[in-house]
């Protein structure tokens, strides 16, 4: 009987099945699965590491609670003629609102924020598929799926030892609407001025050309005035995930206070613009960004199975602290 080649799979695939593991590390993550910090950061990742959190827990805005009315406010104005401002019925009823006060983050997360998250947590970077590269600038506004966002802003708070997480739905409209107030697009006017507070479509392709990036969009966070709030990109750079699920019906019944959404469902709500869907005229003639809401499923099946595409590339991610003083 011969044993050689027995004695030598035996030997060689533990050495294999090593080899393999060593390629591909577990990532660590707690009960809630979200991912966790490596304990082997070199002193080069721990000070990218601390400066990036620096730069994070200083660009929260404190969000001051209140109470609003929520949803299509058309109704309330003197031109509007009793009339809803969008055709949309998951908008209404007009409904109120009391928030607690909380944190939220002046930028929507960019690439190079989710950067420093895969690093330091040993995942592979989001945005690396072939047709995103073009578009992956450090300063553009990361397109990720909504456990994705949820876990960076999870994370996050786990750094600086804070309770974060997505924004509610209710919490976004507050702030975009500058505490409720009637305010139709989360500008630092409330209107949509060209070349001032958003980008024309000349100015689109001139910013596309300087960063060598995809036409119909503008690669970097913070290039308009923020909102009163101290909030940028709330009209333009991608949809934001919020943490509620969609309901059409949940304004009929929701609660007064802090709404969370529904239990359950089988999409996530989304706020805010799209990246591709103009320039400030086109978004301006959409009406009442403040109020319009949105939704996709948290994970979408593979479009045709091309994973040279990044299909989650205008679902982006502001992360909210849930804490009723201001972040020290």
């Known amino acids: 009987m011969n044993l050689k080649p027995l004695f030598v799979s035996l030997f060689v695939l533990p050495l294999f099945t090593l080899s393999a593991c060593a390629k591909t590390p577990a990532i660590s993550t707690d009960s809630n699965g979200v991912p966790q910090t490596r304990s082997n950061l070199t002193d080069e990742e721990q000070q ?20 609003y009315e929520m949803g299509d406010f058309g109704h309330k104005l003197d031109w509007t003629d009793g009339l809803p401002l969008t055709g949309q019925s998951d908008n209404k009823p007009l409904h109120p609102v009391t928030l607690d006060s909380f944190s939220i983050n002046a930028y929507k997360a960019t690439y190079g924020n989710f950067d420093v998250y895969s690093m330091a947590t040993g995942q592979e970077k989001v945005g690396m598929q072939k ?20 876990h960076y802003c999870q994370w996050l708070g786990q750094q600086l030892d804070i309770p974060m997480g997505l924004p509610t739905e209710a919490q976004w409209e507050y702030t975009a609407r500058n505490l409720g107030q009637y305010v139709l697009f989360p500008t630092d006017t409330g209107d949509i001025d060209p070349e001032r507070n958003m980008w024309t479509y000349e100015e689109q392709r001139e910013l596309s050309d300087k960063y060598n990036s995809f036409v119909l969009t503008v690669p970097i966070v913070g290039l308009y005035p923020p909102n009163p709030l101290g909030l940028y990109d709330l009209v333009n750079q991608n949809y934001e995930w919020m943490t509620d699920w969609y309901d059409p019906e949940y304004y009929a019944s929701s609660p007064e206070n802090n709404p969370q959404g529904p239990k359950t469902g089988i999409k996530k709500v ?9 320039s400030a005229g086109n978004v301006s003639a959409g009406g009442a960004v403040t109020i319009k809401r949105f939704q996709r499923e948290p994970n979408p099946p593979l479009i045709s199975n ?11 991610a502001r992360c909210v602290a849930n804490l009723s003083k201001p972040m020290s």
Request: proline share 2%; no cysteine; glycine share 8%.
């Open 270 to 278: 989304l706020r805010g613009v799209d990246a591709t869907e103009g």
């Open 306 to 316: 091309n994973s040279n595409i990044n299909q989650d590339r205008a679902t982006s």
């Open 48 to 67: 990218q590491l601390a400066d990036f959190l620096a730069t994070q827990k200083t660009n929260m805005r404190f969000i001051k609670g209140g109470s």
């Open 131 to 150: 047709n995103n590269i073009k578009i992956r600038h450090p300063s553009a506004a990361a397109g990720i799926k909504w456990q994705t966002a949820q």
